[in-house]
T-cell receptor, first 110, second 113 residues
Framework: RKEVEQDPGPFNVPEGATVAFNCTYSNSASQSFFWYRQDCRKEPKLLMSVYSSGNEDGRFTAQLNRASQYISLLIRDSKLSDSATYLC???????????FGKGTMLLVSP | ETGVTQTPRHLVMGMTNKKSLKCEQHLGHNAMYWYKQSAKKPLELMFVYNFKEQTENNSVPSRFSPECPNSSHLFLHLHTLQPEDSALYLCASSPPADTGELFFGEGSRLTVL
């Protein structure tokens, strides 16, 4: 089983749609969780951290289920500018390195 | 944005060439990383340096040789590469506090002929 697995995508949605990305991780020792965003031919950038209680940042909501080792990202009211690849990332306590998923591409069309 | 700068942005080399990738960060971070990004694969961690000391080498072939002369500069020396080494090589840095945020450079796209 891969360390971090994501929906293969791509997701094609119209503007204004709600879209959800799923991610599972295999190492139960994972302690920190993040979503990164990578625009086409650009570097990855941190989108948001994921907290146990769930957290929201504007149109973006991240949730964590430790029992199922599952992370999600919900994007409401999609904009054209949301088109990018979304990377699920986990970190183990005491380790300074992050493990990335392959990413799920989102294409938002007019 | 000039936080993490990588040069060159594009590089084409033959299998017998020797070349180097350079990374420079102006963020005052203490940790620097090399990642490899190939098509349809997740980012692969190659090397980690913390306060100039290599703390992780993720089973990378010896044809890739990192060098970290100080906390702001990181090099990746390339020698006798293979075509399958063609990829985007991303440098990143992170602050002392373990926030999980990596600051990436724009990458060096390498093509090995």
């Amino acid at each position: 089983r891969k360390e971090v697995e994501q929906d293969p995508g791509p997701f094609n949605v119209p503007e204004g749609a709600t879209v959800a990305f799923n991610c599972t991780y295999s190492n139960s020792a994972s302690q920190s969780f993040f979503w990164y965003r990578q625009d086409c031919r650009k570097e990855p950038k941190l989108l948001m951290s994921v907290y146990s209680s769930g957290n929201e940042d504007g149109r973006f909501t991240a949730q964590l289920n430790r029992a199922s080792q599952y992370i999600s990202l919900l994007i409401r009211d999609s904009k054209l500018s949301d088109s990018a690849t979304y990377l699920c990332v986990v970190n183990r306590e005491g380790y300074s390195t992050l493990t990335f998923g392959k990413g799920t591409m989102l294409l938002v069309s007019p | 944005e000039t936080g993490v700068t990588q040069t060159p942005r594009h590089l084409v080399m033959g299998m017998t060439n020797k070349k180097s990738l350079k990374c420079e960060q102006h963020l005052g971070h203490n940790a620097m990383y090399w990642y490899k990004q190939s098509a349809k694969k997740p980012l692969e961690l190659m090397f980690v340096y913390n306060f100039k000391e290599q703390t992780e080498n993720n089973s990378v072939p010896s044809r890739f040789s990192p060098e970290c002369p100080n906390s702001s500069h990181l090099f990746l020396h390339l020698h006798t590469l293979q075509p399958e080494d063609s990829a985007l090589y991303l440098c990143a840095s992170s602050p002392p506090a373990d926030t999980g945020e990596l600051f990436f450079g724009e990458g060096s796209r390498l093509t090995v002929l």
